[in-house]
């Protein structure tokens, strides 16, 4: 697609239930992130792929987040057993990486308003 | 490791007047600096970027300034008008696939009528 596609747009769940938030990068990006926005706040860090290297976990949470990327595209952030704190946007970035493994044409999706009630 | 310092994390400016925001970094191999602009309930959108290449790049009412020597760059907004209220946020990409952008703590940005 032409741009980087995330889906729900809204979910709201129950506490103590699982959710499954997905992005669709755009093409022939290698790289991925996961950011986590909470209201009027800045972007909270999660998680980065890069291609086929072992994914940067280092701004996950807890053990339940967790997060995939199939087949170096789509990706699927999991939260188990969510929380009302988990409450936030969720927004899913892509680049491409360029000589010398510099990253351009960084873009953003439109995020996935997740309510924990 | 990398870091980028952003400042001020409010400013409130009087429409028409100009807004700065500066950015300080601490890696010396980015050469590449973007700038992005979020307005409430939509997603962080680019404006403008630099390469290290050059130390001023204008896009008419924003431009954006490089001083590599000092390890910082600047967003300016000129004649700020009422749609330039929102977050605006400096970004550190990645010089290589092994490390990640990083993004400044983010400036709210207010135009007073």
């Known amino acids: 697609g032409a741009g980087v596609s995330q889906s729900p747009s809204n979910k709201v769940t129950e506490k103590g239930k699982d959710v499954e938030l997905r992005c669709d990068p755009i093409s022939g990006h290698t790289a991925l992130y996961w950011y986590r926005q909470s209201l009027g706040q800045g972007l909270e860090f999660l998680i980065y792929f890069q291609g086929n290297s072992a994914p940067d976990k280092s701004g996950l949470p807890s053990d339940r987040f967790s997060a995939e990327r199939t087949g170096g595209s789509v990706s699927t952030l999991t939260i188990q057993r969510t929380q009302q704190e988990d409450s936030a946007v969720y927004l899913c970035?892509?680049?491409?990486?360029?000589?010398?493994?510099?990253?351009?044409?960084?873009?953003f999706g439109s995020g996935t308003r997740l309510t924990v009630v | 490791g990398e870091n980028v310092e952003q400042h001020p994390s409010t400013l409130s400016v009087q429409e028409g007047d100009s807004a700065v925001i500066k950015c300080t970094y601490s890696?010396?191999?980015?050469?590449?600096f973007p700038w992005y602009k979020q307005e409430l309930g939509k997603r962080p959108q680019l404006i403008i970027d630099?390469?290290?290449?050059?130390g001023e790049k204008k896009d008419q009412r924003i431009a954006v300034t490089l001083n590599k020597t000092a390890k910082h760059f600047s967003l300016h907004i000129t004649e700020t008008q009422p749609e330039d209220s929102a977050v605006y946020f400096c970004a550190l990409p990645p010089y290589s696939s092994a490390s990640k952008i990083i993004f400044g703590s983010g400036t709210r940005l207010s135009i007073r009528p």
């Open positions: 970035a892509s680049s491409f990486t360029g000589t010398g493994g510099a990253h351009y044409g960084y873009t």
């Open positions: 630099i390469r290290s290449n050059v």
């Open positions: 890696d010396s191999a980015s050469n590449y």
